[in-house]
Antibody, heavy 118, light 110 residues
Framework: EVQLLESGGGLVQPGGSLRLSCAAS????????MSWVRQAPGKGLEWVSV????????FYADSVKGRFTISRDNSKNTLYLQMNSLRVEDTAIYYC???????????WGQGTLVTVSS | EIVLTQSPGTLSLSPGERATLSCRAS???????LAWYQQKPGQAPRLLIY???SRATGIPDRFSGSGSGTDFTLTISRLEPEDFAVYYC???????????FGQGTKLEIK
């Protein structure tokens, strides 16, 4: 069974940093692109970042470019999101998702909540 | 940037009825790049339809997708109680931002 399990969320002050992890199992991790998608409380879905299987290419939404860094460790089947210079508007549930054919997301993890507040 | 606009914002129907949800793109997109998701309260989204009309694994055949160009539709032929949820369309644009979502349609029990 394909499973994704996020961790690392929590409460952080504006300007602070946090590192999210997503542990993958049930599929050949290194052969799939992986993404982070977030959802602010009561709001819709916003794509954040994607990384190809090898880790050689990464892409970001303008809202996080220069502040967030996506990476992966294929030996550990784990995806990461390093979040720096956090803002109140980054408060959201962060989901990791396998990116099929490079075009759509399936499955999704259960999400981890990041709250940026003083 | 391609903007996806979903309508209606809220759809109130009864179990057994047919639901038709719309997703309109601000410019022509490839059908291969259009997907639909279902999200229930407190849960992660679930892929329903990819490539505009292909059902994902395990999705009942009462769910169907159609459309091309700028207009896409998700149809639920006969609503079951578990179908009441929020539905999102999503597209891959190939240029920044790579992926965009519609704002969602809430399907509620009438």
């Amino acid at each position: 069974e394909v499973q994704l399990l996020e961790s690392g969320g929590g409460l952080v002050q504006p300007g602070g940093s946090l590192r999210l992890s997503c542990a993958a199992s049930g599929f050949t991790f290194s052969t799939y692109a992986m993404s982070w998608v977030r959802q602010a409380p009561g709001k819709g879905l916003e794509w954040v970042s994607v990384i190809i299987g090898s880790g050689g290419s990464t892409f970001y939404a303008d809202s996080v470019k220069g502040r967030f860094t996506i990476s992966r460790d294929n030996s550990k089947n784990t995806l990461y999101l390093q979040m720096n210079s956090l803002r109140v508007e980054d408060t959201a549930i962060y989901y990791c998702a396998r990116t099929l054919s490079g075009y759509w997301f399936d499955p999704w993890g259960q999400g981890t909540l990041v709250t940026v507040s003083s | 940037e391609i903007v996806l606009t979903q309508s209606p914002g809220t759809l109130s129907l009864s179990p057994g009825e047919r639901a038709t949800l719309s997703c309109r793109a601000s410019q022509t997109i490839s059908s291969s790049y259009l997907a639909w998701y279902q999200q229930k309260p407190g849960q992660a989204p679930r892929l329903l339809i990819y490539g505009a009309s292909s059902r994902a694994t395990g999705i009942p055949d009462r769910f169907s997708g159609s459309g091309s160009g700028t207009d896409f539709t998700l149809t639920i032929s006969r609503l079951e109680p578990e179908d009441f949820a929020v539905y999102y369309c999503q597209q891959y644009g190939g240029s920044p931002p790579l992926f965009t979502f519609g704002q969602g349609t809430k399907l509620e029990i009438k």
